[in-house]
């Protein structure tokens, strides 16, 4: 069967109807959002990177997709408290073009590059519930305070690796799912101890939520494989980032892209 865009959207349409959701249509984004009619807290699903996977695994794809947006409802209706659970809080990158706001409530976040923003999430084991001002000002808590635990907590979380070399270029690939492996690409300590390990240009990839990409670029063709490796975890992934990579020069992350003939340039 030949799946399109409107075929998709009405598939998952007809698997997320319930009573006391609103779903609604995005056709110039195509984007899906499924939202609790009540509260106005939902998902936003972004049918490309949906497709792309439903074209590789079938149904599959579509029963994971069902359950992240169930689960993610059911932890934005769920009464959570920060208070005693400090450490469960970390942060999460997210693309710059997430909304925002929950539920017509601002989110605590900070701007991080020009393609990704940093929002900040409370564990609840199989989902998370991302910290809004509102729910800062009903415990009497201080948003720069939050923020320093998310990355003191990200800083406890392993970071296994995994090598791959190709065409004489080495890509290590951190990949835990547990939700904040691009969150990684925000420990300074981490990517230091990386960078002793660089021959070349050291480039970093946070292509969607749970994988970091760190690759040592020795030559013109690493470029290739990057790019063509950051699509498809792009379109692969279950909440997509950015397709884009990033030098670190200085502590700064610099956006690039793939320009002809395997040339890097940096996005102005």
């Not at 992240?68 to 920060?82: C, F, G, H, P, W």
């Not at 070349?200 to 970091?212: A, F, I, K, W």
Request: proline share 4%; aromatic share 8%.
């Amino acid at each position: 069967m030949k799946m399109t865009i409107e075929k998709l959207k009405k598939l998952l349409t007809e698997r997320l109807e319930k009573e006391g959701r609103n779903i609604a249509y995005n056709r110039e984004k195509d984007q899906l959002r499924v939202e609790n009619a009540e509260s106005g807290k939902g998902v936003t699903l972004s049918l490309g990177p949906v497709l792309a996977k439903w074209e590789r695994n079938r149904e599959k794809a579509i029963d994971e997709i069902v359950f992240y947006v169930e689960e993610a409802l059911r932890a934005m209706e769920t009464e959570v408290k920060i208070t005693g659970n400090e450490r469960k809080i970390f942060p999460v990158i997210r693309s710059t073009s997430f909304p925002k706001t929950a539920g017509g409530k601002p989110l605590v976040y900070d701007e991080h590059t020009a393609e990704t923003r940093i929002f900040y999430s409370l564990d609840m084991g199989s989902s998370y519930r991302l910290i809004d001002e509102g729910m800062l000002a009903d415990e009497g808590l201080d948003a720069g305070r939050i923020k320093e635990m998310a990355r003191f907590n990200l800083r406890s979380l392993d970071h296994p690796v995994k090598k791959d070399s190709v065409s004489g270029n080495d890509f290590y690939f951190v990949n835990t799912n547990d939700g904040y492996d691009a969150s990684r690409i925000l420990n300074e300590s981490f990517l230091k101890e990386m960078e002793k390990k660089i021959k070349g240009e050291m480039v970093l990839s946070v292509p969607h939520q749970d994988v970091l990409i760190i690759s040592d670029i020795q030559n013109s063709t690493g470029y290739d494989v990057l790019a063509h490796m950051t699509m498809h975890f792009y379109t692969s992934g279950r909440v997509p980032i950015t397709p884009l990579s990033f030098y670190l020069k200085d502590g700064e992350l610099e956006p690039i892209f793939i320009m002809a003939k395997n040339k890097p340039g940096r996005k102005e």
